[in-house]
């Protein structure tokens, strides 16, 4: 009753539930060949998913729009609208993390992807792309450690039960 | 030239007429010697005249005052969102009840639906034409919306945001400038069906305007037309006189003329319709169709229904006489004639024209209080807009400001410290008290409310933004925050000393911190300390800390005050705005994400191009896990400790993070507190810093409960981030236990930081306890 509503499927991933779980990539970006492709992919067997607001669902929609248009600053604003809605929603705050990543501002898309980790299902495809955006965004900031860490947290994203304590 | 020919004629006669040199000739050069004075004054009289005129419009013409919105409604199914907040918002929009709902604009209440006629608006992220739909509302949630055009269900919604100010620099004399793109088409034709049909052609005065006015006169036996031009209205406006007298009227004439020599129409028409008197509020006059839409209709003039513009262009004739709330019979005739000339010169179809004639004059009972509406807030986006735009610029660049005050929460806010400051006084407390009030949403950090003053409508001394005061206990949970960041010596189950202390000051004076009690309670765990605010157990623990991390961790949440490294720090004697507390306590609702406070989220160019975008950026703090165990701490002060009285204020269980605060001999009374989606900070006190008998929980405290008694919320967010978890602890020993051990209380630790020893009754098997479904779940509330 005191956290977000989440749901949890554990599923054999069909492509037509991918499909609607992310922006409509662009071609050829960073964010697709290396955090929601790879991401989809680790993913096969495991997802977690919130239950989405129809009104997010349209607003994440017509973000992805704007972002494969290149109009990153419009999907940003359309994102920003979504958190409006559902602040505390990890697919949304990892939207924000993508778009910053094409905007190349590499320090807002680690820090929204951290917060989408930190409030998000810690596991399945959202987490692996929090991590690989860290990873990213990391590695483009110069802390290559820190970079293949993050790779390494997005691979135990797929745990499906949680690291033991 | 007339003259000119006179003097020849003068001259041949002379030379004609020699021998008469008697009177005629005295005539003739005391007639010269009048033209030459004539001339000689009306030629420096016409360029005085000129630039009497061109300073005057040249003085009005160019500025455009700055629109500051409230944020824009979203409408979804699922939204919190009682009814009567609806229709706050709506009202705050300048939509009005109606039950037509035939002009955008207008909204249908009927139950616990509502039907509105959105206006097309452009807002900060593009342009959305009108539309109407329906939105029903069961137990303060939206549960539907409708698109009544389509039949269909609507996903998402909005409506156009409240104008809460126009940023200008002759504010006092109440103007609401507009430009003539933005004046209603009908307003602009229809000014010049009624007042000055031939504007277009003539140069200024208009002859046959004048003989037509007095043939209508002489007609009808008294003045039914006046036959001066707009321009030469306006000239009348801007050297506003009663006297009737030929002088005038000449100065007049000639300033319309010269005003149409330098200025072409359209500038004359807008600088007309800003200058025109249409009213009298008090001692300030109404001047402009902007301000005098607002005046009597509560409406900016672009949201205006064709029989109210036919009102103002009536009151032209006569503002005090036609007065639509003095005299409604006289202004409803006088409309009605100006219908009828609508009609007459083809503006609107008789049958149009006939149908708003039937309507009533749609006119507010009384004006709204003079001015910008929520001056604090306002306050807050000029500091915003300081940092980045020259203040000439808001004043005269006619920039549209979209900002992050919410409406509904703000008249809240408003009505909470006003009625709050009201019950204190009834119970004893000064009646010169007074208050601020911060409400932000925690992960944008938007500003959605601000309140400076306990009289919101008084533009003054913001004591939201400028007043500097002690915090006191406020400060508490970040001695706390950074003990729980040192997890091999301290969890929330450590126990502290809380025993009398003296400490030696930098002047040489002994320093012993009380108890608010005035006792001492041994040992306490850090849990207690925190949540009854012991003062003694404080200080060992800050002294333990160091007070240089205190003061680098005030900066790390965002915040940079210039803070004396002395212990007292560790009670609150650091001097902070109601602004900057918010600031800190949003960090840690946020679960450690630092969001600059936003007021302005987008600014645009009067054309509506973008100049600038305030996007949304965080700053992760370190050691978030910590910050979540806290956050469970401060829910404990609500729950068990300082606090404790807020559930029963509020009449609500939900878990809410909260810290009271009173300084040194009661001047100041504070209460944070933080559901899951806003942290709102509110400060009370004297203005002179005298003692005030105020403390957290019997001033501050009230009036936050005041606000939140009103606001949909819902609960903290306790999961714990990575790096914290969540232990069943026995709560007399303080030792790890089972979960259906008696006595078994959940508390959350930081890694590597609960107790290693254990109860008899802690089982093998609860070591299992943080499950799958625990860790994605965490704490289930009893």
């Given at each position: 009753m005191l956290f977000p509503v989440l749901l949890v499927t554990v599923l054999v991933l069909l492509s037509a539930c991918a499909a609607t779980s992310g922006p409509a990539p662009s071609q050829g970006s960073e964010v697709d060949s290396r955090v929601r492709a790879p991401a989809k992919e680790d993913s096969e067997g495991v997802q977690v998913f919130p239950l989405q607001n129809p009104a997010v669902k349209e607003l994440l929609a017509d973000a992805g729009s704007a972002e494969s248009a290149g109009n990153y600053n419009q999907a940003a604003t359309l994102l920003e609208r979504a958190l409006r809605i559902q602040p505390r929603d990890p697919e949304i705050l990892q939207s924000l993390a993508e778009v910053r990543l094409q905007m190349r501002d590499y320090s807002q898309a680690l820090n929204f992807a951290t917060r989408s980790y930190d409030i998000g299902p810690r596991v399945g495809e959202i987490c692996s792309r929090n991590w690989r955006t860290i990873s990213v965004s990391r590695e483009h900031l110069n802390d290559h450690a820190g970079s293949v860490e993050a790779e390494q947290k997005a691979k135990a994203c797929m745990n499906t039960k949680p690291r033991s304590l | 030239m007339s003259k000119r020919r006179k003097k020849t004629a003068a001259k041949r006669k002379k030379t004609s007429k020699p021998v008469s040199r008697g009177w005629i000739g005295?005539?003739?050069?005391?007639?010269?010697?009048?033209?030459?004075?004539?001339?000689?004054?009306?030629?420096?009289?016409?360029?005085?005249?000129?630039?009497?005129?061109?300073?005057?419009?040249?003085?009005?013409?160019?500025?455009?005052?700055?629109?500051?919105?409230?944020?824009?409604?979203?409408?979804?199914?699922?939204?919190?969102?009682?009814?009567?907040?609806?229709?706050?918002?709506?009202?705050?929009?300048?939509?009005?009840?109606?039950?037509?709902?035939?002009?955008?604009?207008?909204?249908?209440?009927?139950?616990?639906?509502?039907?509105?006629?959105?206006?097309?608006?452009?807002?900060?992220?593009?342009?959305?034409?009108?539309?109407?739909?329906?939105?029903?509302?069961?137990?303060?949630?939206?549960?539907?919306?409708?698109?009544?055009?389509?039949?269909?269900?609507?996903?998402?919604?909005?409506?156009?945001?409240?104008?809460?100010?126009?940023?200008?620099?002759?504010q006092k004399e109440d103007r609401t400038l507009v430009k003539l793109v933005d004046v209603p088409q009908l307003l602009v034709t229809g000014l010049q069906a009624v007042e000055d049909r031939n504007f277009k052609h003539h140069p200024g005065i208009d002859l046959r305007g004048i003989l037509r006015a007095a043939f209508a006169n002489l007609k009808a036996g008294r003045a039914v037309q006046g036959g001066s031009t707009l321009s030469q209205q306006l000239v009348k406006n801007y050297f506003l006189t009663h006297d009737r007298t030929i002088a005038r009227k000449f100065n007049e004439a000639i300033m319309a003329l010269l005003l149409e020599l330098h200025y072409d129409k359209s500038n004359i028409l807008e600088a007309y319709i800003n200058e025109v008197f249409l009213g009298q509020q008090g001692a300030y006059a109404v001047h402009g169709f902007g301000q005098a839409s607002l005046f009597y209709f509560d409406q900016p003039l672009n949201r205006l229904e064709p029989n109210q513009i036919a009102l103002l262009i009536g009151l032209v004739k006569g503002a005090s006489y036609y007065n639509p709330r003095r005299h409604p019979e006289r202004a409803t005739a006088r409309r009605n004639q100006v219908l009828s000339a609508f009609s007459e010169t083809g503006l609107l179809t008789a049958q149009e024209a006939k149908k708003q004639a039937s309507l009533g004059l749609g006119i507010t009972a009384k004006p709204r209080s003079r001015g910008t509406r929520y001056h604090a807030f306002v306050d807050l986006v000029r500091r915003q807009l300081s940092q980045i735009y020259q203040e000439q610029d808001l004043k005269t660049e006619g920039l549209r400001i979209f900002t992050t005050l919410a409406p509904s929460v703000q008249e809240k806010t408003q009505a909470a410290v006003t009625e709050g400051l009201r019950q204190l006084e009834k119970r004893g407390l000064s009646p010169t008290l007074q208050a601020a009030m911060v409400v932000a949403d925690v992960s944008t950090g938007e500003v959605q409310a601000l309140v400076g003053d306990k009289n919101p409508d008084r533009a003054g001394f913001n004591r939201a933004i400028h007043a500097r005061r002690q915090i006191g206990s406020v400060i508490k949970p970040l001695v706390y925050l950074l003990a729980l960041e040192h997890s091999n010596d301290y969890s929330l189950v450590t126990e502290i000393e809380d025993e009398p202390l003296t400490l030696r000051q930098a002047d040489g004076s002994n320093w012993s911190p009380a108890n608010y009690d005035e006792k001492s309670h041994g040992g306490v765990t850090l849990l207690e300390a925190l949540t009854r605010s012991y003062n003694q157990a404080t200080v060992r623990l800050g002294l333990n800390i160091g007070i240089n991390n205190l003061v680098s961790r005030i900066e790390q949440l965002g915040?940079?005050?210039?803070?004396?490294?002395?212990?007292?720090?560790?009670?609150?004697?650091?001097?902070?705005?109601?602004?900057?507390?918010?600031?800190?306590?949003?960090?840690?609702?946020?679960?450690?994400?630092?969001?600059?406070?936003?007021?302005?989220?987008?600014?645009?160019?009067?054309?509506?191009?973008?100049?600038?975008?305030?996007?949304?950026?965080?700053?992760?703090?370190?050691?978030?896990?910590?910050?979540?165990?806290?956050?469970?701490?401060?829910?404990?002060?609500?729950?068990?400790?300082?606090?404790?009285?807020?559930?029963?204020?509020?009449?609500?269980?939900?878990?809410?993070?909260?810290?009271?605060?009173?300084?040194?001999?009661?001047?100041?009374?504070?209460?944070?507190?933080?559901?899951?989606?806003?942290?709102?900070?509110?400060?009370?006190?004297?203005?002179?810093?005298?003692?005030?008998?105020?403390?957290?929980?019997?001033?501050?405290?009230?009036?936050?409960?005041?606000?939140?008694?009103?606001?949909?919320?819902?609960?903290?967010?306790?999961?714990?981030?990575?790096?914290?978890?969540?232990?069943?602890?026995?709560?007399?020993?303080?030792?790890?236990?089972?979960?259906?051990?008696?006595?078994?209380?959940?508390?959350?630790?930081?890694?590597?930081?609960?107790?290693?020893?254990?109860?008899?009754?802690?089982?093998?098997?609860?070591?299992?306890?943080?499950?799958?479904?625990?860790?994605?779940?965490?704490?289930?509330?009893?």
């Open positions: - | 005295r005539f003739w050069r005391f007639g010269l010697l009048l033209v030459g004075v004539f001339l000689g004054l009306l030629v420096p009289w016409v360029i005085y005249l000129n630039y009497q005129v061109t300073t005057e419009f040249e003085g009005r013409k160019w500025d455009l005052p700055s629109h500051v919105f409230a944020r824009s409604l979203d409408l979804y199914p699922g939204a919190l969102l009682p009814v009567q907040d609806l229709e706050m918002e709506l009202k705050a929009s300048g939509y009005r009840s109606s039950n037509e709902l035939s002009r955008p604009g207008q909204y249908r209440k009927s139950g616990n639906s509502v039907e509105i006629f959105r206006r097309s608006f452009k807002f900060h992220d593009g342009e959305e034409g009108p539309g109407r739909f329906r939105v029903r509302i069961a137990g303060g949630k939206v549960t539907d919306i409708t698109d009544l055009a389509a039949g269909k269900p609507l996903d998402l919604a909005r409506i156009d945001p409240a104008e809460i100010a126009a940023i200008y620099p002759l915040v940079s005050a210039e803070v004396d490294a002395v212990p007292s720090v560790f009670l609150g004697a650091v001097e902070l705005t109601p602004l900057e507390v918010t600031q800190i306590y949003q960090s840690l609702a946020a679960g450690g994400f630092s969001v600059p406070l936003r007021s302005v989220i987008a600014v645009q160019t009067a054309e509506g191009n973008e100049l600038a975008r305030y996007p949304l950026r965080m700053v992760p703090q370190p050691r978030r896990e910590a910050i979540g165990v806290l956050n469970y701490a401060l829910t404990q002060v609500v729950e068990q400790g300082t606090a404790k009285a807020l559930p029963g204020l509020l009449g609500r269980t939900e878990s809410i993070a909260g810290k009271t605060g009173t300084t040194n001999d009661r001047r100041d009374s504070w209460f944070v507190g933080y559901t899951r989606n806003r942290v709102a900070v509110t400060w009370v006190g004297e203005d002179d810093n005298s003692p005030a008998r105020v403390t957290g929980s019997n001033a501050a405290m009230q009036l936050w409960a005041g606000l939140f008694r009103q606001l949909p919320f819902e609960p903290v967010d306790l999961r714990m981030p990575d790096g914290a978890y969540w232990r069943w602890v026995d709560s007399k020993s303080n030792l790890l236990t089972g979960k259906t051990c008696e006595g078994a209380v959940q508390i959350p630790f930081v890694e590597g930081s609960a107790p290693s020893r254990s109860t008899a009754c802690y089982s093998a098997q609860e070591k299992d306890e943080e499950s799958f479904w625990k860790k994605l779940f965490g704490k289930k509330k009893q």
